[in-house]
């Protein structure tokens, strides 16, 4: 009997993509049914209660038209579409859900394991892309690329970024504390060792690698990090233990003029106290790649600062996570239909 297999991708994990390496790696009839949804050229939603998606946190799709697509297949490979309740009874035939992410937040997965269907997604899919995104986050505040570019966009040569008092400081010279040794934590780590500055970091969780020991990162405590680094970076999960994790409090604890980037989750830094830190100069300046909501509102206070460097949530956009994603959870479904167990049940 031919196994069906329903992709639904959007304009960023390419339905093709997916399709291709699924057949690259698994033998047998497969009948394979793609779609391609209008994320991100249209934004996701976060929970629907009305829509009964209440215990989903992020998704893109109407559960009908999910439903109706997916119809009598036995595998689901998908980003970003919704799994509720509802709809898992509506789909009796599906026995395994493939989710190109980190986390399954789109999937409700106390349902899955009742209706007993599997769930296997992609950990740390984009953590080389997040990485240097990273990087080049804080040669952009450290080495004044920002300012420099800006002021040209004004038609302002600033000769005076060459002043000993306003230049920039180079990574060799400064200690950066590193919030977080998951798996983008541990490859900033490494790419930091490489411009010979002092690593810092802060995880409870686990123990640094003995290559990292060795070349004398430290592993110290959130209030040890702070006092001490020139540049804070956060890669931590949101956890109640990390959600606000920079605000009023630790961020008293920095050193004046320190430098602050996030490429993780907006969640983890109060805003309001962020402002207020920007503003005094306490905080020299911030990367900030994530927002606690997304699209950040037009008035924002934030836009306004030019001590302040956004993007739009793109750290972990590059060809290669498609691609990454796309062999993962080709692996998965190849494995399923073999018999075999998955690789990264959830």
């Not at 590193?178 to 802060?202: P, S």
């Not at 309001?272 to 997304?294: C, K, N, P, R, W």
């Not at 950040?296 to 060809?319: E, Y």
């Amino acid at each position: 009997m031919r196994k069906k297999i329903a992709i639904i991708g959007d304009n960023f994990m390419l339905p093709q993509v997916f399709r291709t390496e699924i057949e690259k790696v698994s033998r047998g009839d497969l009948d394979i049914r793609t779609l391609q949804t209008a994320w991100p050229d249209e934004p996701m939603e976060f929970g629907n209660p009305a829509l009964g998606l209440d215990k989903v946190k992020e998704y893109f799709g109407h559960p009908d038209e999910i439903v109706d697509f997916i119809g009598d297949a036995e595998i689901l490979v998908t980003q970003l579409a919704p799994l509720s309740e509802a709809m898992m009874r509506r789909l009796p035939a599906l026995r395994l859900v493939a989710v190109s992410r980190g986390g399954p937040i789109n999937i409700d997965m106390v349902a899955a394991r009742a209706h007993r269907i599997t769930v296997v997604n992609v950990p740390g899919r984009n953590a080389t892309a997040v990485a240097e995104f990273t990087l080049g986050a804080i040669l952009a505040e450290t080495r004044l690329i920002r300012v420099g570019h800006e002021a040209l966009r004004k038609g302002e040569w600033r000769g005076d970024l060459y002043r000993a008092d306003r230049t920039g400081r180079e990574l060799s010279e400064m200690t950066v504390g590193v919030i977080g040794y998951g798996n983008i934590g541990t490859k900033v780590v490494r790419l930091l060792r490489a411009f010979g500055c002092h690593v810092l970091v802060c995880d409870p969780y686990v123990q640094l690698s003995a290559d990292d020991r060795n070349a004398g990162v430290e592993l110290v405590a959130l209030d040890n990090l702070l006092v001490r680094s020139d540049v804070v970076t956060l890669h931590p999960r949101v956890t109640e233990e990390t959600r606000g994790l920079i605000g009023k409090d630790t961020i008293a604890l920095m050193k004046p003029g320190v430098i602050l980037i996030n490429t993780a989750r907006g969640p983890l830094v109060d805003y309001d106290a962020l402002y207020e830190a920007l503003v005094s100069g306490q905080i020299a300046s911030a990367m900030l790649e994530t927002f606690a909501v997304e699209p950040v509102p037009s008035d924002w206070p934030l836009l306004l600062l030019p001590n302040v460097t956004l993007t739009p949530h793109i750290a972990g956009a590059s060809v290669r996570t498609v691609t990454y994603a796309a062999e993962k959870a080709a692996e998965e479904v190849r494995r399923y239909l073999a018999g075999l167990p998955p690789v990264n049940p959830c």
